[in-house]
């Protein structure tokens, strides 16, 4: 409150004085705070800080825009309000404070927040199938965001990659183990990077490679002769096994690959001592 005095001049008799009183609004006032510390897209800040004063009844958060959300901004305790980026924040946003209340306008200050990038990996197209032991095109794995890096692994499932330094992730190739099993997860994880890690997966199919048992010795015959069952299982990838003598001349029945085991094998009259 200002008192205003009016008071005379000239005249031969002196002076005289009235006054009377004008209130004085204060201005609204504003700290700002400390700078935040950066934090990742989809992260939360630490307390935001800043005050009001003057003739402020409070004061309210900002990001201009920019997506994200404030808790504890309802205004009367503006210093502990803190900020919740959006998953797809800009590399800067600008926090704006705002006064609120009072009969002089509003004030405003800012404070920068870095936001760094979360990291992205693509696992890349379906990748062809592959016999146990075989080895895979290029899985055309990529990294993004934050990452810096991408490194592949299969789970324990015992196979080995090439041009897995990480920082090529698409041209790596797989190479399954000799008993692997018929689907393999290949997971692409990001390194590098503020914040954090994630990771794609994509499936392989392996088919299993066929696998023999020959059986037991055969009892030796005569030329022109015929012998018991010749014995030998199938297995693995393998849908049949077929018999054959080299060129020995001989025949076999019940050699159509389904059974093996039961086939027989009759010598050429003219057959040699041994035959494979």
């Known amino acids: 409150s200002v008192v205003l005095t009016l008071t005379t001049t000239g005249g031969g008799c002196g002076t005289t004085s009235a006054t009377k009183s004008i209130a004085i609004n204060p201005n609204p006032t504003l700290t700002i705070g400390t ?31 920019a997506g994200g959300s404030f808790a504890n901004n309802s205004g009367a305790t503006p210093g502990t309000a803190t900020y919740t980026a959006s998953a797809t924040a800009p590399a800067t946003i600008t926090l704006t404070l705002t006064t609120s209340g009072g009969l002089c306008g509003t004030t405003s200050l800012t404070k920068p927040l870095t936001v760094n990038p979360t ?20 899985l055309n794995g990529a990294f993004s965001g934050g990452a810096t890096g991408a490194v592949w692994s299969d789970g324990g499932a015992g196979g080995s990659f090439t ?3 990480g920082t090529t992730p698409g041209t790596a190739t797989y190479t399954a183990s000799a008993t692997a099993p018929t689907s393999v997860v290949l997971t692409l994880t990001s390194s590098g990077g503020g914040c954090g890690t994630t990771s794609a997966t994509n499936s392989i199919a392996i088919n299993p490679k066929p696998t023999l048992t020959i059986g037991s010795a055969v009892a030796a015959i005569c030329q022109g002769g015929t012998t018991g069952q010749l ?29 093996p085991n039961s086939a027989t094998y009759t010598a050429s009259a003219t057959a040699p001592a041994t035959i494979t």
């Open 119 to 138: 990291p992205s990996v693509d696992a890349g197209a379906a990748v062809a199938a592959i016999c146990q032991s075989g080895t895979s095109l290029a």
């Open 163 to 165: 041009n897995n330094g």
């Open 231 to 259: 014995g030998g299982t199938f297995g693995g990838g393998a849908t049949g096994a077929i018999w054959s003598d080299g060129g020995a001349g001989g025949s076999f029945a019940n050699n159509g690959g389904g059974t």
């Open 35 to 65: 700078a935040v510390a950066a934090i990742c897209q989809g992260g939360t800040t630490g307390q935001l800080g800043g005050t009001f004063g003057g003739g402020a009844t409070g004061a309210i958060w900002s990001d201009g825009g």
